[in-house]
């Protein structure tokens, strides 16, 4: 069982754009969500967040009156020591759905492991990677369910 105190430091931690937003559970979408606001236009933006022991997936999430976007997405691993950002990305009227999420942080997980491989000399063959991130990605966005009070 989580703590949900614990698991509400560590997202603070891991993430220090969302220092001083509130944190909580969201259901319906199966993520850590922070507070959100609403434009002048009415559409309303947040982050939704997902993570496991290795992996935090940060989307900015825009909701306009029919579609919600996903304007951007970063990937973290932890160090041991902290967090560290492995990748991002930015869109523009990318409609988001969980695969859609789950497909691009794959792709920045895969683009990272395999550099590394290179800049370590490891041969790894890329669908090996591709599963590899697929894997981590997946337990990821699995998240447990809890509640944030």
Do not use: W
């Not at 199966?30 to 496991?52: F, K, P, V």
């Not at 950002?85 to 683009?111: K, T, V």
């Not at 599963?131 to 009070?149: L, T």
């Amino acid at each position: 069982m989580l703590n949900n105190q614990n698991l509400v430091r560590v997202v603070e931690h891991a993430l220090p754009a969302l220092s001083g937003s509130k944190v909580h559970y969201d259901a319906d979408r199966n993520m850590l969500c922070t507070t959100s606001y609403t434009s002048a236009a009415g559409n309303i933006y947040y982050q939704g967040i997902r993570l496991s022991d290795r992996l935090v997936i940060n989307v900015d999430l825009g909701q306009g009156y029919y579609y919600l976007f996903m304007n951007g997405l970063r990937l973290y691993c932890f160090d041991g020591s902290g967090k560290k950002l492995i990748g991002s990305r930015l869109y523009n009227c990318y409609s988001y759905s969980d695969y859609s999420a789950s497909r691009e942080s794959e792709e920045i997980l895969f683009d990272y492991l395999k550099s590394q491989s290179g800049l370590i000399g490891a041969t790894v063959g890329d669908n090996q990677l591709r599963e590899f991130a697929h894997e981590m990605v997946a337990d990821a966005m699995r998240n447990n369910v809890i509640s944030i009070n």
